[in-house]
């Protein structure tokens, strides 16, 4: 269970996503769909037990406005395995962010690909219901990776990075093969997409964003994992770390090998400070001598690939449709022993200045 300070529909929020359910779906007609319950913070819930069963009727709607339901679309997406919370649209309400880690991608082509839902709040939205399966595309879009098997939208957060007051999304497909600056795929290395809030939402198309084929109005970035089985980022936060008033991200690679790949399985972190990540004047380099795929500047002052049509990133993309590419080959990053890097978090352990706000 999350909780959301600024809340969902105006009003402090928990968020419960109960994925696999034996019987779910609206109606309960949709083995392991998954649901996903907004309980709004109200002071007569102290000291109360919420029985969830109550509060929906026999068609599956909220019997009063204390809750909202969001039902999965297909039986088996498992909705609501991860679950965040940010105001990706700047009005002032954070919406929803569902995966389903499970989902079987657009149109259901692709086996376990995954899939992440946003549910944006704005009014009606207390003790609504709101079904996936039918979900309308200005309120609930959905984005869809190019791979089965990839595990998208299997770890969500929504932070401003970009500090223009709406929030970004960190969409994570730890188990996606991504090719590499260096040209090579990296099997299981793992994939995570930097998405920014705009004004009214995220830029789609009928209520989908494609991955491997985004609106061109999408600013997007992207970061790879660095070997194969890295599992980047099975789990992650943000958190402005160098003091500079900029978040930075700290995604894990659970299945990395440790310094010099040594370690089979110890598991690594990676701290990307956000202000270089967002200078469009970096260049990543990931190979010696003239033959090195880079990121330069273009005319217009964005960063772009320049690697000659080679594929990067994403499986059908190729460098002249993204602003900026990182590679977590040749950036720090913590090691551990056995099994490190799991999860991550990160707070002001030191007790002194350098966090987020402070």
């Known amino acids: 269970m999350r909780s959301s300070a600024r809340g969902c529909g105006g009003h402090p929020a928990g968020l419960v996503g109960c994925r696999s359910a034996a019987e779910t779906g609206r109606g309960n007609r949709r083995y392991n769909s998954g649901e996903t319950f907004v309980i709004f913070g109200r002071s007569t819930l102290r000291g109360q037990v919420i029985d969830l069963a109550a509060k929906i009727d026999e068609n599956g709607a909220p019997v009063d406005s204390s809750v909202t339901v969001i039902y999965g679309a297909d039986a088996n997406d498992l909705l609501g395995e991860e679950i965040a919370s940010g105001d990706l649209d700047?009005?002032?309400?954070?919406?929803?962010?569902?995966?389903?880690?499970?989902?079987?991608?657009?149109?259901?082509?692709?086996?376990?690909?995954?899939?992440?839902w946003i549910i944006y709040t704005y009014d009606p939205f207390e003790g609504q219901m709101f079904d996936m399966a039918d979900a309308d595309p200005q309120r609930a879009i959905v984005i869809y990776p190019d791979q089965a098997g990839s595990k998208a939208g299997d770890t969500l957060r929504a932070a401003d990075l970009d500090r223009d007051g709406i929030d970004d999304l960190f969409y994570g497909a730890p188990d996606y093969d991504a090719?590499?600056?260096?040209?090579?795929?990296?099997?299981?290395?793992?994939?995570?997409?930097?998405?920014?809030?705009?004004?009214?939402?995220?830029p789609h198309t009928d209520g989908r964003i494609l991955l491997a084929d985004p609106p061109q109005n999408l600013r997007m970035r992207l970061i790879i994992g660095g070997d194969d089985n890295d599992m980047m980022p099975y789990?992650?936060?943000?958190?402005d770390v160098s003091g500079d008033g900029v978040i930075d991200i700290i995604?894990?690679?659970?299945?990395?090998?440790?310094?010099?790949?040594?370690?089979?399985?110890?598991?690594?972190?990676?701290?990307?400070?956000?202000?270089e990540f967002l200078s469009?004047?970096?260049?990543?380099?990931?190979?010696?001598?003239?033959?090195?795929?880079?990121?330069?500047?273009?005319?217009?002052?964005h960063a772009a690939a320049r690697c000659d049509g080679r594929r990067v990133g994403t499986g059908q993309h190729?460098?002249?449709?993204?602003?900026?590419?990182?590679?977590?080959?040749?950036?720090?990053?913590?090691?551990?022993?056995?099994?490190?890097?799991?999860?991550?978090?990160?707070?002001?352990?030191?007790?002194?200045?350098?966090r987020a706000g402070r």
């Open 235 to 239: 789990a992650m936060t943000v958190d």
């Open 90 to 116: 700047g009005d002032g309400r954070h919406d929803l962010i569902l995966g389903t880690m499970v989902g079987d991608g657009a149109d259901n082509t692709l086996d376990e690909a995954g899939e992440a």
């Open 280 to 301: 469009p004047e970096h260049v990543y380099r990931v190979l010696e001598g003239d033959d090195a795929p880079q990121l330069q500047p273009d005319p217009a002052g």
């Open 179 to 202: 090719t590499g600056l260096d040209g090579r795929v990296r099997y299981n290395a793992g994939l995570m997409a930097v998405m920014f809030g705009e004004s009214g939402g995220l």
């Open 251 to 275: 995604p894990n690679a659970m299945g990395g090998d440790g310094l010099h790949n040594a370690q089979i399985n110890a598991g690594e972190i990676y701290i990307i400070d956000g202000a």
């Open 318 to 354: 190729r460098a002249r449709t993204h602003p900026l590419y990182g590679d977590l080959r040749g950036l720090p990053r913590v090691r551990g022993r056995r099994g490190s890097g799991v999860g991550a978090a990160a707070g002001d352990v030191a007790a002194d200045p350098l």
